[in-house]
C-alpha cells in the first residue's frame, strides 16, 4: 500500500484526525488495563442477593436492568472486594477521622444482543478513627446513596458513569452524561478517584505514573 500523502488531503485536518486515532487506541490500552486489574481483587465475597440485609444489592440489580447492567443472574452473585486505595483525614469536633475509599466490583453478563459484558465499579466510602485498622471490606453493607453514591461501568468499548441518589424504601439510578455539562464536574473526579485507584493497583501511586484516563471530550495538554 503506498503510503506517501496524497495531494488531496492538503484539505484535511490530517494532524486532528492522527491524534483522534492516536487517543483512541491509548484509552483502549487503559481499559484493558483497568479490566486486567478489577479481575485481581484483594478478595471475593459471594452474596445472596435476596437475603435479610443485602436488600441494596436485590434493588442495585433491579435498577440496573434498565441500563442492560445484569449483576446477578441467579440467586448468587459474586463481589469483588479492593482494600482501600485513597485515605482522607477529616475532623469532628477534637477526634480524627480516618474516610477510606475502596472499591466493590460486580462482573457485568450480557446475552447475545442484550446488556453488557462488563465490570460494574462502586466507590465505597467506610470510616475509622485515625490510628485504628478500617473495617474488612465487604459487599454486605453496601447501601446505596448512603456509603456508595457512584460507580460505574467498565467495558472494553469505554466507562459508563452512575450516580445513586436514595434511601431503603427509593433507589434511583441515574447516567452521568458527557454531553450534559452540569454532570462534567463529578465525571472529571471520578475519573481521578479512578485513575488513583489504577495508580495503587499498579504500586505507582507515590510516583503518580501509570495508566491514567480522561474524561471523554477533555483536552489534553
Not at 496524497?6 to 492522527?18: E, F, W
Request: hydrophobic fraction near 35%.
Amino acid at each position: 500500500m503506498d503510503s506517501s500523502k496524497p495531494n488531496l488531503l492538503k484539505g484535511y485536518n490530517v494532524t486532528g484526525i492522527q491524534q483522534e486515532a492516536y487517543k483512541r487506541d491509548a484509552e483502549r490500552q487503559r481499559l484493558i488495563a483497568l479490566l486486567d486489574a478489577l479481575d485481581k481483587p484483594d478478595a471475593t465475597e459471594e452474596v445472596d442477593v435476596y437475603a435479610r440485609g443485602t436488600t441494596n444489592i436485590s434493588t442495585i440489580s433491579a435498577s440496573l436492568n434498565g441500563f442492560g447492567i445484569y449483576i446477578n443472574r441467579s440467586a448468587h452473585t459474586q463481589a469483588r472486594l479492593f482494600e482501600p486505595h485513597q485515605i482522607y483525614t477529616t475532623e469532628m469536633g477534637e477526634e480524627n477521622i480516618d474516610l477510606a475509599t475502596s472499591v466493590v466490583a460486580f462482573e457485568s453478563e450480557g446475552t447475545a444482543g442484550e446488556g453488557c459484558d462488563g465490570v460494574l465499579i462502586l466507590f465505597k466510602l467506610s470510616g475509622a478513627m485515625t490510628g485504628e485498622a478500617q473495617a474488612a471490606s465487604t459487599a454486605r453493607d453496601l447501601k446505596f446513596g448512603y456509603n456508595c453514591s457512584y460507580g460505574g461501568l467498565a467495558t472494553k468499548d469505554g466507562i459508563t458513569w452512575l450516580k445513586f441518589k436514595g434511601d431503603k424504601f427509593m433507589l434511583r439510578v441515574n447516567q452521568l452524561s458527557y454531553d450534559d455539562p452540569s454532570h462534567y464536574d463529578e465525571i472529571l473526579e471520578l475519573t481521578e478517584e479512578l485513575n488513583t485507584f489504577m495508580q495503587v493497583r499498579q504500586g505507582e501511586h507515590n510516583h503518580h505514573k501509570g495508566q491514567s484516563f480522561t474524561p471523554a471530550g477533555s483536552i489534553e495538554a
